[in-house]
């Protein structure tokens, strides 16, 4: 069954800079778009960008410019740069990708098992 692997959270001062990966594993046919998202306790899960199986990105008007998803398909792997930290990035990210398993299955969502960033002075 498909699962996704995060790494490369932790802790970072104000202006810092960490790079997230999250790879694709396990029975898997295709995979989609394919993305981060973030939560902060007791707050709703936001979007942070995603990128799609071709080039088109999407991000969240309050990380453009300082973030940046790439992706390597033949390695099933998602990876986010994020440069010019700021306190309030501070959050579990979550890597998101839709995946199909089969030829004839269609695509399913699934959700990493989240890893913590946090910037603070």
């Known amino acids: 069954q498909g699962q996704l692997v995060e790494s490369g959270g932790g802790s970072v001062t104000p202006g810092g800079s960490l790079r997230l990966s999250c790879a694709a594993s396990g029975g898997i046919f295709s995979v989609n778009t394919m993305g981060w998202y973030r939560q902060v306790l007791g707050k709703r899960r936001e979007l942070v960008a995603t990128?799609?199986?071709?080039?088109?990105?999407n991000y969240a008007d309050s990380v453009k410019g300082r973030f940046t998803i790439s992706r390597d398909n033949a390695k099933n792997t998602v990876y986010l740069q994020m440069d010019s930290l700021k306190p309030e990035d501070t959050a579990v990210y979550y890597c998101?990708?839709?995946?199909?398993?089969?030829?004839?299955?269609?695509?399913?969502?699934?959700w990493g098992q989240g890893t913590q960033v946090t910037v603070s002075s």
């Open positions: 990128i799609r199986a071709g080039v088109s990105t």
């Open positions: 998101y990708a839709m995946i199909a398993r089969t030829w004839n299955s269609g695509y399913a969502d699934y």
